[in-house]
């Protein structure tokens, strides 16, 4: 006899005609075949065909039953799917309600929200987008009356702590305090965390010595060595004063790596007027972490002269989409591009990398002359031809006037960005061999051409090869040159010094010596015959080997 039981666990969808016994419905035994031959116990007579009647309705009834069974259990499966799909939206509508009503604590943000929005509340975005802290924004509801909104966008809280930490990196200890202090987040625990942790830290700053600040100087730097290392004379002269893109770049790197970090002259010292009337330089504390060494840096002739044009060298100074301050150039084979040709890209894309490497911001002092205009627009008075000194070699330029409003656009961008602004002279020419006469005149025509340019009067000058007014005693009453520059508003003097350090603050002026990092210097150095630049750099990793030598100074 065979037993077949079908249990709990078996195939819901298996076909009835597959089953021979089960159990019973009423009793739960199970039920069993009784044909082969054997005796039924419910069948009194014995007769074949009254036995395969009862058989025939016992197996219906069984199928029956079964079937009701499955049709039972499809329905409790289908129930409890069901069941399970409830819970789910439950659980989903919970976690929606509990997000929305913790927002306000959470300070969750809104996608899309930029710095701008964030950090100038007076921007063209949402006032929604803008709300902060404690902010209720008030919107329209379902009849038209107003409903109220708390928001907080996490956005701002993450780019004010970023804002605040940048300017900590950069040493200025009490401007990032005083943005978390004065801001919506006053009283956010991180906020007071980070205050502490900036206090904290400024109080391990030490004074450093300005006596001891070195200043170095470039000129453009050179993009194709090909067409500006040439064997003609401007080629020659082009490979003693220039310095290469590669050569500037691990410049940088190598003084950041052995502690040296950028300062601007006004942060050395400035003017302060006395309680007599009088002005006088004072020098002034910069605080930093113990071994580090301030340092500053300067560009002479940032105005893309024409004899540069087609030799390896930037054509001007422009910005991009994204308002940047960049480089046009123009490639040996005519091909024009946006990007990183100069100085001023270059080194605001290290202090991105490295903000520990700028003092409270400052990059390095940018210095014109003015008689073939400046940044790579042709603006002096010589291109106009409506003006009496228009000179008639030049080719007039008859977009001057929209070109000196660009200009004005770049000289403010380099303001903003942190750069100082310097005159070079009108000429470039030297203020140790002309007369007093020359020098006013050309300090006049600066003035007209290129100070009138700036976004603030011009207090700097870098004279041109180096060559001072006076030697190295502090400015007299009597130095008629002096006098003269003094009176056109300039306070720092800067010349071309061979020492690592010279600075001299007497009066009401402030004199510094200046290092050149060009060709014919790294030359010395690299070929052996000096050893200048050991402080700075190790020039035998520095130099560029496309360079032709040797580099003599003509």
Not at 26 to 39: F, K, L, N, R, S
Not at 307 to 330: C, I, S, W
């Amino acid at each position: 006899m065979r037993e077949k039981n079908v249990g709990q666990g078996s195939d819901p969808d298996l076909d009835i005609q597959d089953i021979d016994d089960a159990y019973d419905v009423a009793t739960g035994e199970p039920v069993y075949d009784t044909y082969e031959g054997e005796d039924d116990a419910d069948s009194e007579d014995g007769d074949p065909e009254e036995m395969e009647r009862l058989y025939e309705e016992r197996l219906a009834a069984r199928r029956a039953e079964r079937q009701a069974r499955y049709r039972a259990r499809v329905r409790k499966a289908w129930f409890y799917r069901i069941l399970a799909l409830f819970i789910l939206i439950d659980v989903i509508l919970l976690l929606v309600v509990g997000v929305r009503a913790l927002g306000g604590k959470l300070h969750f943000g809104k996608q899309g929200e930029t710095q701008e929005s964030v950090l100038n509340p007076g921007s063209d975005a949402s006032d929604e987008a803008n709300a902060g802290d404690g902010t209720v924004v008030v919107t329209s509801g379902e009849n038209g009356g107003e409903t109220e909104t708390a928001a907080a966008p996490q956005d701002a809280r993450t780019a004010l702590f970023a804002k605040a930490d940048r300017l900590a990196a950069m040493y200025d200890y009490d401007a990032a305090a005083e943005t978390l202090a004065n801001s919506d987040y006053k009283e956010d625990p991180e906020a007071l965390s980070r205050i502490e942790r900036y206090q904290a830290t400024a109080a391990t700053m030490v004074a450093a010595d300005n006596s001891e600040i070195t200043h170095v100087f470039f000129h453009i730097l050179t993009v194709d060595t090909e067409r500006a290392f040439t064997d003609d004379r401007q080629g020659k002269d082009f490979n003693q004063v220039m310095t290469t893109i590669p050569e500037f770049e691990k410049i940088l790197q190598q003084m950041y790596e052995r502690g040296y970090v950028l300062v601007g002259l006004h942060d050395i010292a400035e003017v302060q007027k006395q309680d007599d009337g009088t002005e006088k330089m004072v020098s002034k504390k910069i605080m930093l972490p113990e071994g580090k060494k301030p340092f500053v840096m300067s560009e002479d002739d940032v105005c893309y002269y024409e004899y540069m044009e087609g030799r390896g060298f930037a054509d001007k100074m422009v910005l991009d989409e994204n308002g940047k301050l960049k480089l046009q150039y123009t490639d040996a084979a005519g091909n024009v591009s946006i990007g990183d040709y100069d100085i001023v890209p270059i080194l605001d894309n290290f202090i991105d990398e490295h903000p520990d490497f700028s003092y409270r911001g400052a990059k390095a002092i940018m210095a014109f002359t003015g008689y073939n205009g400046v940044l790579g627009y042709r603006t002096d008075e010589t291109y106009d031809a409506s003006s009496p000194n228009y000179d008639p070699k030049n080719t007039a330029n008859p977009n001057i006037e929209a070109d000196r409003e660009t200009v004005k656009t770049l000289m403010k961008a380099l303001v903003e960005d942190g750069y100082e602004l310097a005159s070079h002279s009108w000429g470039h020419i030297n203020f140790t061999n002309r007369s007093l006469a020359d020098l006013t005149r050309d300090t006049d025509r600066w003035e007209r051409n290129v100070e009138t340019l700036m976004p603030e009067p011009c207090d700097i000058i870098l004279y041109p090869f180096g060559a001072d007014i006076g030697d190295w005693r502090p400015y007299s009453a009597d130095n008629e040159k002096f006098q003269m520059l003094e009176k056109a508003g300039f306070r720092y003097f800067c010349n071309v010094d061979s020492t690592q350090a010279w600075t001299q603050i007497s009066g009401d002026a402030m004199r510094q010596g200046r290092r050149n990092l060009d060709g014919y210097r790294l030359w010395k150095d690299y070929c052996g015959e000096d050893a200048k630049l050991s402080d700075l750099m190790d020039v035998q990793s520095v130099f560029d080997t496309r360079r032709p030598t040797p580099i003599e100074w003509s």
